[in-house]
């Protein structure tokens, strides 16, 4: 039985690695948490480590925001001597990522190399970027700087991606919409997602923890009208009239009669930034999923949301739901939601919902 190592610093990460390990019976799945911040607990492992239908046989840990430069590039040191040894211990001929930027996964398929195991890359559809391509991946500052930083710093087996999911490491590529993928990408061997997979017993109990931990009954959900999942509070400050737009879409869609859900971003320092709860919205925690909530939406639910993974996955998930994302001047981005069926609305004008 071949072992296969994928690597999760996204919630979405750990549903599409889950569901690909699923599939792949054949295989023995290692999961590994990478990219989180050091010092703090980390509910998502905890979870996955107490998963009764989970179809990893082991899960690791690895923390990976350090402060400051050179601290970084100590505790990067000792990670990778880490990981050399998991995988000298797992001896994966599979390694599964959902941005190949990662150092630790760039890290990983040279030293499983180097221990002759052979390792085939796999990249994990992650959502926009896989479909409108990374262009900072093709600037000056990625190209030229960034990657020869990284090669002095770490060593000449980083290989820059044109875009997420087209470096020189990656063979096979897993996307939601196969027809749809970025140009660059459409030279690797293509594997498409099956959705039914994120629907399971298995997923859903996963899901179900996840949203108890944290407060939410399942069947809360159904009774929801429209859903707005928001970005991270940095762009409030960067758009004056952001609130503004938010409440005019709260306000008319509960003059419609409908009840309203909001989700903020679960990295914001403020718990309702834009002081929604006095609009009469349905707050739910910052620290739950997408992911987690979107099976029990009911079909008639609305999504909002910005030009963002989220209303792909939306859309790819749930093909039912109707989905409304807030546009501006992106037309690559456009174009795509307009391709798999995502409503766009220009945010400098006042939403009129249905």
Known sequence: MANSVYFASTTLHLYTAAAIAAGRTGDEAHLI?????????????????????????SVSLYHGRFPGLLNKLKKRRLLFNTLKEKLAELLPEHIFVG???????????????TLGCQPVGHYMDEGVFTYVGRKASRSFSDMIIDNCIKKISYGMWWKNPPTIGGSDWISYIHPAFPDLVHPLLRGKHITPLEASRFSSPAMLELSETM???????????????????????????????????????????????????????????QPDPLLLAVEGVCLLPAQVSFEALLPYLSDQCE?????????????????????????????????????IGIT???????????
């Open 99 to 113: 941005n190949d930027r990662r150092i630790e996964f760039q890290f990983a398929m040279h030293a499983a190399t």
């Open 33 to 57: 948490f990478i990219d989180q911040p050091e010092g703090k607990p980390h509910a998502l492992y905890d979870i996955v480590c107490n998963w009764p239908g989970s179809p990893f046989s």
């Open 303 to 339: 999504v909002w949301g910005d030009l963002s993974s989220t209303m792909v996955i939306a859309r790819w998930l749930r093909p039912a739901l109707k989905v409304t994302a807030f546009t501006s001047e992106m037309p690559d981005f456009d174009r795509l939601f307009e391709r």
């Open 211 to 269: 949203m108890l931990n944290n407060g939410v009954e399942p069947t809360t959900l159904t009774a929801i009208d429209a859903f707005i999942t928001l970005p991270h509070e940095s762009l409030f400050e960067r758009e004056p009239g952001y609130k503004e737009r938010i409440l005019s879409l709260i306000r008319r869609l509960s003059v419609q009669g409908k009840r309203v859900a909001v989700k903020y971003h679960p990295r914001n320092k």
């Open 344 to 354: 766009t609305m220009n945010v400098t004008s006042h939403p009129e919902p249905n």
